[in-house]
């Protein structure tokens, strides 16, 4: 009787490991994960590989936002989640921090639009509009946006100083990412999530007082 139970618990065990393996599995995990399917795309574009590489070296933060899709009919909307990395004097990355891009627009427009999006923040200026959500003002942020497509040429790309730098890939026809007029909030609940607790963002893209073992591979990839 008792090795009948004993066999039978061994067996209700081993049923019950891959649900607990898959539960490992999150939104926050599957996020960083696409995050770094993005950047391993971006920077391979012939396109656009020269410029990121050049402007991932002296960034101050990236924003990256695996699917921002953009649609409507007459009133359009822009929106997607992603995650943000900062980076410090030492060329060491933080752990990412998660945030959601959402804005409104009222023009001619119709039908759905894909886009993988990555935004290279170089300033000081740059990263607090983001972490403040000063975007939601247009231009009144104060902050210079250049977006870098198919065909842009280097010089001109590098030497425009901007605060940040958008690289998009996109699928179908699409305007080009912009943050003007977002409103970019933190997603509290996936960072607790993600970390436990409940952290602010500041806590770690600045203080750093949290490590995201998980997310190795993206900061390496962001390093190179």
Not at 4 to 28: C, H
Not at 115 to 130: D, K
Not at 190 to 214: K, M, T
């Amino acid at each position: 009787m008792f090795v009948r139970f004993a066999a039978a618990t061994v067996v209700l065990m081993s049923l019950a490991a891959p649900a607990a393996a898959q539960q490992v599995v999150t939104d926050q995990t599957m996020m960083v994960g696409k995050a770094q399917s993005v950047v391993e795309r971006l920077r391979s574009d012939p396109h656009m590989e020269s410029n990121i590489a050049s402007l991932l070296g002296r960034a101050r933060a990236v924003l990256i936002i695996p699917d921002l899709v953009k649609g409507g009919f007459i009133l359009g909307a822009e929106y997607g989640t992603g995650v943000l990395l900062t980076r410090d004097g030492s060329g060491s990355w933080s752990g990412p921090a998660f945030y959601s891009v959402a804005s409104g627009s009222v023009g001619l427009q119709i039908g759905v639009q894909d886009a993988e999006a990555m935004f290279l923040i170089m300033t000081e200026g740059g990263l607090r509009a983001v972490m403040d959500n000063r975007f939601k003002a247009g231009a009144d942020a104060g902050v210079a946006v250049l977006h870098v497509g198919a065909g842009a040429e280097a010089a001109t790309t590098l030497n425009a100083g901007a605060d940040i730098y958008a690289f998009s890939k996109a699928v179908g026809a699409y305007g080009g990412a912009s943050l003007e007029g977002s409103a970019i909030l933190p997603r509290h609940s996936w960072n607790a999530a993600y970390y436990g607790g409940n952290p602010a963002p500041e806590d770690i893209l600045i203080a750093r007082r949290l490590d995201a073992p998980q997310a190795s591979r993206l900061r390496d990839l962001l390093a190179r």
